[in-house]
């Protein structure tokens, strides 16, 4: 999805500031995007490298000439068997879903509270909104991140600052690849299309893309626990 938001915005003529841990792949996408009106700057990185976020950041804002406008869609969903329990893969996730998002946005948070200005986005799930048997940790990283980013809209509003919570469905990406199958899937290019559209208008600070998924949340979140805890969802 981070890619797909990357070829968007810059063939819609913005400046983009792309930050991947993959070289390869980042240059790669940095040439492909930068054949439109646009242009991106590649910036190699690992969330996991939080000593090295000041300075990226620093770097971004100059380069760029300024931001309005972030986006952290960095995730990792590896496989959870029905027995397993690694806690080597789950703080993993904890690290890049959540660590890293907060390591991210604390310092973009602050930059829009001087300006008094800015949209921040943050990439969550539907599997934040309950506590499935099938990925524990993912869910929880999910709902963490979503509490986080609601904290930050309240603290932020008096600001004039925008903060939006994107909650996926099944969306095809190499995140996904590992499921067997996918419910009602769409394409990264469909899902960063919709969160566009929903991070500049103002109906929305908290949205299930495809909208659909709406739907399907507040049915899930219906279920009694004694209930819900007997499927697979």
């Not at 939080?50 to 300024?66: A, K, M, N, R, T």
């Not at 029905?82 to 789950?90: A, R």
């Not at 008094?116 to 709902?143: C, L, Q």
């Amino acid at each position: 999805m981070g890619a797909a938001l990357v070829r968007q915005l810059c063939a819609q003529g913005y400046s983009v500031a792309a930050v991947a841990r993959r070289r390869e792949l980042l240059d790669a996408l940095a040439e492909d995007a930068g054949g439109g009106p646009g242009r991106v700057l590649a910036y190699a990185h690992d969330v996991n490298s939080i000593d090295e976020i000041p300075g990226i950041f620093e770097s971004i804002v100059h380069d760029l000439g300024g931001l309005d406008f972030y986006v952290y869609a960095a995730g990792v969903m590896p496989g959870v068997g029905p027995e397993e329990y690694d806690t080597e893969k789950d703080l993993a996730m904890v690290d890049v879903n959540l660590g890293g998002a907060i390591a991210w946005t604390n310092p973009v948070a602050r930059y829009f509270h001087s300006q008094r200005a800015g949209t921040i986005v943050g990439i969550g799930s539907i599997a934040g909104d309950r506590g499935r048997k099938g990925a524990p940790v993912y869910g929880a990283t999910k709902a963490a991140l979503a509490t986080y980013l609601e904290s930050l809209r309240n603290r932020l509003a008096e600001r004039a600052v925008r903060v939006v919570t994107i909650k996926p469905g099944m969306i095809e990406t190499p995140m996904t690849e590992h499921l067997d199958k996918l419910v009602m899937p769409i394409s990264a290019e469909k899902a960063a299309k919709d969160i566009l559209k929903v991070s500049r208008g103002r109906l929305w600070n908290e949205r299930h893309v495809p909208l659909r998924w709406l739907g399907v949340s507040m049915i899930i979140r219906s279920i009694p626990s004694f209930l819900f805890r007997r499927t697979n969802i």
